[in-house]
């Protein structure tokens, strides 16, 4: 395919931007979603502060009077602190639409991650405290408290909780989550509901911050219920109701390059999932090679009353098992989820830099778009000319609301950190160059993780604001 190459970009026309009345749309949609990520974070904080409340509302602070009731006092506000950050784990893993309208699944998953240490130190703390500052009032040895504690009614699968939550954070390290396949990693992850629920009677049993009949245990069990319901409805119920509701099968398996294939479904009223440009759903293919692996797969193309569609490149066994599906496959379907649509755009043009199978949520973002003459620049990002996935599709889009497409072709200069083929640093190309309306656009990243962060890189190297920045990462 002859496209423009990047180094040309600069002969493009300057037009006018987007009309102020839709700029002050976009803007204010912006705020919306501002505020109301800074009152999940309130509820967040809140939540912490009210598992602090309980235990001095119970009347524990007043029972602090020498070195072990102080150690005491740390291990229960520890284990109730923790405890909550796991609770708020589970709602930020349970693909609640507010959250993923908010903020988008992967800064919720982000945030789910770095909560995890802080979650498990924080009950080992509570173990570490109360062991030693029951065996200092009780006289005892740390063994000999210890042996004490795990005969105590509800303390051994309280042992067994706090077990299978340290195999849970151990297998989210990055150097161990990388060897692990995803099933295993997924199957392990789903321990964190049986450590969490495991946990629940030794909560309720021992010590006086949840008494039976008090208000402090009504409100932790209202945790637990919320927790675990946003789960079992988001993750499980609706989900359910979405495949029931579509009947979504494999219609055809398309070739598009050697390893990428197209899969076209067929359904009922696949135009009510109200899928967005740019949005990804969860899928499950019920053949007997692929029904235990959900796929995080983005549209290729914005679904129609009866049609959908994906594009997959084999990057593991689970993906390239997809190529085998037949005609007829059953599909299960979360979701569509993210914010990497035009409903995130703030700005009055558009960029996008797509590289390799990157190319897919680019094109379904262009299909969902309101376009005008030259708002657009898109460039598009391969290897070698092998890697033209879906590209006459986007130039055709591109092309059709008057906007450019340019290519970039070549391998990465060795040794260096740079998202350009090194034929196009050596003419001189940047990022503004490609792009001399940067910072009047909303610059939409679809790639490689490592390639996309040196997009990132050199935009806000030129100051293009964060909020114009866009981008979803599927890791796990």
Known sequence: MALPSASSALSRRPLESAPTLELSVRRSRLRRRMRAADLLIVACSTSVALAVALYLASGGAAQVVDGPSALNAVGIVAGLVGTDLILVMLVLAARVPLIDRTVGQDVAIRFHRRLGKPALYLILGHLLFLSVGWALQDGHTLVDETVVLFTTPDMAIAYLGLGLLVVVVVSSIVIVRRRLPYEAWHAIHLLTYVAVLVAVPHQLSVGGVLAEGSAERVYWIALYVLAFGAVAWFRFAVPIALTLRHRMRVSSVETVAPGVISLHFTGRSLDRLRARGGQYAIWRFWSAGTWWHAHPISFSAVPTATTARITVRALGAGSARLAALRPGTRVSIEGPYGIFTDVARTASRLAIVAAGIGVTP????????????????????????????????????????????????????HGQDSWMSGADLQRGVTITSVFPHLLESDLFVCGPAVWSDAVIRDARAVGLPEEQIHIERFDW
């Open 362 to 413: 680019a094109r379904a973002l262009l299909e969902n778009q309101r376009l005008r003459p030259g708002e657009t620049t898109v460039v598009l990002r391969g290897a070698d000319d092998t890697a033209h996935y879906l590209w006459t599709e986007i130039v055709e889009l591109t092309r059709s609301n008057g906007g450019a497409v340019y290519s970039m072709i070549g391998p990465r200069p």
